[in-house]
């Protein structure tokens, strides 16, 4: 069955960096593309960016250009979200989330990582 | 960068009851719609997409309907596990893609 799995809850520093992990398995990882979605505290869902794991050829939305980074490692189905020079605001859940193969909506996503909480506290 | 809206913020329903809740894009996004349910401390999950198809293993008490600017989400009759809160998102015009804010559907 597909499964996402996503590394550990992380406390950091305002200026530290984080680097969220996000494996997978029970599909072909470079069928698919993966995207980022964020979560504020009590807030709703917004849409970060995607990566097109065939090509590594990553995309962010305008919030999210300059200290977010996508990467992959498909020797282990594993795709990454780096985030530097962390602020108080960043504090949030970042999901990973499947999107669709060749031809279809990369950003509709049917399968989801359980989340990681990064939180941003000095 | 399209906007999506969802009315109402809080729908208030008891079990049993019908459930209708509204999206609307702020210009046309076709039939590339997709709704997502979330309960607390858990991932969203795909419920519909392409406006009115219910991903693999969803119930048939959960129904899409719309097209162009204004779409609805029905759950025919609420059971238990139903409570949560519900997402839109467009993915006809990306990036960026855009979720609507929420609606949660709370006890009566």
């Known amino acids: 069955q597909v499964q996402l799995v996503q590394s550990g809850s992380e406390l950091k520093k305002p200026g530290a960096s984080v680097k969220v992990s996000c494996k997978t398995s029970?599909?072909?990882?470079?069928?698919?593309?993966m995207n980022w979605v964020r979560q504020a505290p009590g807030q709703g869902l917004e849409w970060m960016g995607w990566i097109n794991t065939y090509t590594g050829n990553p995309t962010y939305a305008l919030d999210f250009t300059g200290r977010f980074v996508f990467s992959l490692d498909t020797s282990v189905s594993t795709a990454y979200l780096q985030i530097s020079s962390l602020k108080d605001e960043d504090t949030a859940v970042y999901y990973c989330?499947?999107?669709?193969?060749?031809?279809?909506?990369?950003?509709?996503?049917?399968?989801w990582g359980q989340g990681t909480l990064v939180t941003v506290s000095s | 960068e399209i906007m999506m809206t969802q009315s109402p913020a809080t729908l208030s329903v008891s079990p049993g009851e019908r459930a209708t809740l509204s999206c609307r894009a702020s210009q046309s996004v076709s039939s590339n719609l997709a709704w997502y349910q979330q309960k607390p401390g858990q991932p969203p999950r795909l419920l519909i997409y392409g406006a009115s198809t219910r991903d693999t293993g969803i119930p048939a008490r959960f129904s899409g309907s719309g097209s162009g600017t204004e779409f609805t989400l029905t759950i025919s009759s609420l059971q238990s596990e139903d409570f949560a809160v519900y997402y839109c998102q467009q993915y006809n015009y990306w990036p960026p893609s855009t979720f609507g804010p929420g609606t949660k559907v709370d006890v009566k």
């Open positions: 989330a499947r999107g669709q193969g060749p031809g279809l909506p990369a950003v509709l996503n049917d399968y």
């Open positions: 029970g599909y072909t990882f470079s069928n698919y593309a």
